[in-house]
């Protein structure tokens, strides 16, 4: 008999654990965080806060505003020396990529930063010149408050932790917002084509 409990008992952790780990990776389809993420958002869009965005113009403007497009978005801070150094060369040569739909409106790159305290209109105009912004197509900008950058890299899944040096640790993606204002994929941040033909083909069908 206690045999019999023990194994009762051990079969009911086993259970509780895979149940765990299929709901961690989305029926065992994803083995990472960033794959789930990505699956989940593919198959449960997720609506993109309204929130108000400083840009480097030192306008305002809001998520809100930029509906009826395709969004591809990046999430960045200017001081950084590592992704973010490529992401902004990849948004530049996307702005070729898609030059057609861009000064069509169509299609609209925005990055964000999560760096409130250093991120003004100047270093965010700064970002852009530095990686050869062709003025169209192109914004920068960051949430006005902490509040809405919290809202924004919720439903993004974006984490950004302060390395101790006055920078930050942070994933690194494309996310693609749909003109409902609907983030509704996520594709690697050096994959320039996936995020191209993600659009294009749903400019064109």
Known sequence: MPILRTLLASLLVLTAGLT???YATNGFRAYTSESARRIEVREHPRKVPDVLLVTAD???TSFA???GRWLLVEFIYTGCASY??????????LQDRLKGPLARRKVEL???SFDLKQDGPDRLAGYQKRFGDRGVGWLAAR???QKGLAKLMRV???TAVPDGAGGF???AAIAIVDPQGRLVAIVNWNDLNAAEQYVTHRLTT
């Not at 973010?84 to 040569?93: H, I, K, M, V």
């Open 20 to 22: 765990t780990f299929s």
């Open 58 to 60: 030192a306008s305002r």
């Open 65 to 67: 505003s930029l509906r």
């Open 84 to 93: 973010c150094a490529l992401q902004g060369d990849d948004f530049s040569r």
């Open 110 to 112: 925005v990055s964000i």
């Open 143 to 145: 949430p006005l408050d």
């Open 156 to 158: 993004f899944g974006v």
């Open 169 to 171: 640790v942070h994933n």
